[in-house]
């Protein structure tokens, strides 16, 4: 299996621009989970899906962001407009429904200028 | 709310050696999971061994094993014959069967050959 496959890998945009991130969870996965993480922060749970269905976005910060889960396959992450403050790495992960393990994709390095 | 604490920002092992990292973390749930995730310097977050609160019996994958006391509610990692690929962050992170999954700060691991 390929794994979780997230893109672009890095991103520099300027403040304002739109930032899309995406992701491809494991096949056959039907949980999927968008993290941030800040040196002050650490590792923050931004929203998760269930069946392409999201469940819980408490996480999200602001309404600058969004997140869409069209199929089962695939997941945006959008900020717009973006801020400098937005910067961060971003993890995909999926899991298994009754098998609990999270599988993290490699991470988006996102820097707003 | 659930909350995973690790009290080491950060750790040093002599390569060879064993080192132990601790974690402990408050939940009023009787079922859930906990994890160790391992971040190494091209921030891919791995899996390195899981633990299930209903089995008594204390996790192992190779090297690594955990401790888990779960009237205390600690659950340390042990890595034994430390060698320099495990140098990393180690994430600490805990899980529901409600799916709300929550990381410690991560302690720096590093080995000195």
């Known amino acids: 299996d390929a794994g979780v496959i997230q893109s672009p890998r890095h991103e520099v945009t300027e403040m304002g621009q739109e930032v899309t991130l995406r992701c491809k969870p494991i096949?056959?996965?039907?949980?999927l989970f968008w993290y941030r993480q800040t040196m002050m922060r650490g590792l923050e749970l931004l929203i998760y899906?269930?069946?392409?269905?999201?469940?819980?976005d408490s996480g999200m910060p602001e309404d600058r962001f969004s997140a869409k889960m069209p199929n089962a396959s695939f997941s945006t992450l959008k900020i717009q407009p973006s801020e400098p403050r937005d910067s961060a790495v971003y993890f995909c992960?999926?899991?298994?429904?009754?098998?609990?393990?999270?599988?993290f994709g490699p991470g988006t390095r996102l820097l707003v200028l | 709310a659930q909350t995973v604490t690790q009290s080491q920002p950060e750790m040093s092992v002599q390569e060879a050696e064993t080192v132990t990292l601790s974690c402990t973390y408050d939940t009023s749930e009787s079922d859930y999971y906990l994890f160790w995730y391992k971040q190494p310097p091209s921030r891919q977050m791995i899996l390195v061994i899981r633990q299930e609160a209903y089995k008594q019996q204390n996790a192992t994958e190779n090297r690594f094993s955990v401790n888990f006391q779960k009237a205390a509610k600690s659950f340390s990692l042990k890595i034994s014959d430390s060698q320099l690929g495990d140098a990393a962050m180690y994430f600490c992170a805990y899980r529901n069967y409600g799916q709300n999954f929550v990381f410690g700060p991560g302690t720096r691991l590093s080995v000195l050959p």
């Open positions: 899906f269930n069946n392409n269905v999201p469940i819980d």
């Open positions: 992960a999926s899991s298994f429904n009754r098998q609990e393990t999270q599988y």
């Open positions: 096949s056959g996965h039907d949980y």
